[in-house]
């Protein structure tokens, strides 16, 4: 059974940074997709970012290019999201996924089997 525990939210001013963590355990890996999603409130959950774990590729929504980096550590089993210059529209609760790849196409938003409990950030004008 995947099971996914993201850490590192907080209250961060505007400009600033902030660096989510996903532990993953219960799966190979390997053979996945990872992604960051984010929903504010009352808003839809909002796709972000993806890292194709064999080999490291990675995907980014427009909003968040140059800005947010995705990153993974095999040897930790964990996917990180990097996040500078942050703006109050960052604000949401951030959802790491887990998806395998041989049933979706790695960089798109669906398919996604595996979430985690969320992380809150929150940015401050």
């Known amino acids: 059974q995947v099971q996914l525990v993201e850490s590192g939210g907080g209250l961060v001013q505007a400009g600033g940074s902030l660096r989510l963590s996903c532990a993953a355990s219960g799966g190979t890996f390997s053979s996945y997709a990872m992604g960051w999603f984010r929903q504010a409130p009352g808003k839809e959950r909002e796709f972000v970012s993806a890292i194709r774990w064999s080999d490291g590729r990675t995907y980014y929504v427009d909003s968040v290019k140059g800005r947010f980096t995705i990153s993974r550590d095999n040897a930790k089993n964990t996917v990180y999201l990097q996040m500078n210059v942050l703006q109050p529209e960052d604000t949401a609760v951030y959802y790491c996924?887990?998806?395998?790849?041989?049933?979706?196409?790695?960089?798109?938003?669906?398919?996604?089997?595996?979430w985690g409990q969320g992380t809150q950030v929150t940015v401050s004008s």
């Open positions: 996924a887990a998806k395998q790849t041989y049933r979706y196409i790695w960089w798109t938003s669906n398919g996604y089997d595996y």
